[in-house]
């Protein structure tokens, strides 16, 4: 019986090599987690190169809800077989996982592809504010309340002004919105005092003279607005990063992974991409997928601690 069982464990042994080495056979479906925006423009830049590279079509289809939850769990739930991947900024597995009682996702669901860019976060007043840089936000909010917009509670955007009151004792009041659109027109219209956003959604607006950022959270300043200092820079130990990449399920072959690594790494030296990025105000960030599963695990613990010190509860 024994030599059974091994002779066919043998005869196996090639289909997953040979599985692998012919990838991919059909299209691959890319899940995007949130509304069509800016990482949609990028996915369909790149699905240009990987069709190219690959020679199959990469279909984006939008999964959206619970922010980034529904459709990470719909790549968490597919065959580990390299054919559902999904592209999001790293808070749906990352943050989300805490705030629910059976999330259905978290890092050992998944493994990393690459990382693709980075949402930069920064704060913006209106052009009228008299608060010119992030120490004179923190001035005034000695002097007075402050409140302030974000795309959601417990966003990166909000939890990096949360470093900003952790690192400097101040307290702010944050109202969260549904999305970056809202906060950022109640900011112009004076009704808070400040946004938390990710640069794309305010670079227009800077650069029409109607908004300021006073900071950016990123380790490095914006390629684009590199007058604008970071937090560290101006002496406030608030960093916040937001990387974005793309994930396979969980168990999908190494053979796989590294063909579609590879196949992301060239897209993003790809000029139409690196257009496309520069349009959207989001710089490339091109990570590893070791780097990249290594980083969600250790962000994943990390934000555990964070929401824990908010008194966070799962939901």
Not at 165 to 182: F, K, L, S, W
Not at 238 to 258: C, E, K, M, N
Not at 259 to 286: K, W
């Amino acid at each position: 019986m024994r030599r059974v069982v091994l002779a066919a464990l043998l005869a196996l042994t090639p289909l997953a090599p040979a599985a692998a080495q012919s990838f991919p056979e059909r299209p691959i479906t890319m899940i995007m987690p949130y509304s069509p925006g800016a990482a949609d423009v990028l996915m369909r830049a790149m699905s240009e190169h990987l069709q190219r590279t690959l020679r199959q079509p990469l279909v984006l289809t939008t999964r959206d809800g619970a922010s980034g939850v529904v459709g990470m769990r719909v790549v968490a739930a597919a065959a580990a077989d390299g054919y559902t991947l999904g592209h999001t900024p790293m808070t749906a597995i990352v943050v989300q996982p805490h705030l629910l009682r059976n999330p259905g996702i978290g890092p050992e669901n998944f493994e990393g592809v690459c990382g693709t860019n980075e949402n930069v976060i920064t704060v913006a007043v209106r052009a009228e504010s008299p608060i010119q840089d992030l120490t004179g936000l923190v001035e005034e909010a000695r002097r007075r309340p402050l409140s302030f917009g974000s795309p959601g509670p417990n966003s990166l955007p909000q939890l990096a002004v949360w470093r900003v009151q952790r690192a400097t004792g101040v307290d702010m009041n944050h109202i969260p919105y549904r999305g970056e659109a809202p906060h950022v027109n109640d900011t112009l219209a004076g009704r808070l005092d400040f946004s938390a956003a990710i640069v794309s959604s305010v670079a227009e607006l800077v650069q029409a003279g109607r908004m300021r950022m006073l900071a950016v959270f990123s380790a490095n300043r914006h390629p684009d607005f590199p007058e604008v200092p970071t937090a560290r820079e101006q002496g406030i130990d608030a960093q916040q990063f937001s990387q974005v990449g793309i994930y396979a399920p969980r168990g999908t072959p190494a053979a796989i992974l590294d063909r579609l690594e590879e196949a992301c790494r060239t897209g993003l030296e790809d000029p139409t991409v690196r257009r496309v990025l520069a349009t959207s105000r989001s710089p490339v960030s091109f990570v590893p997928r070791a780097e990249l599963t290594q980083m969600i695990h250790a962000e994943y613990a990390n934000y555990g601690r964070i929401l824990r010190e908010l008194g966070v509860q799962p939901q």
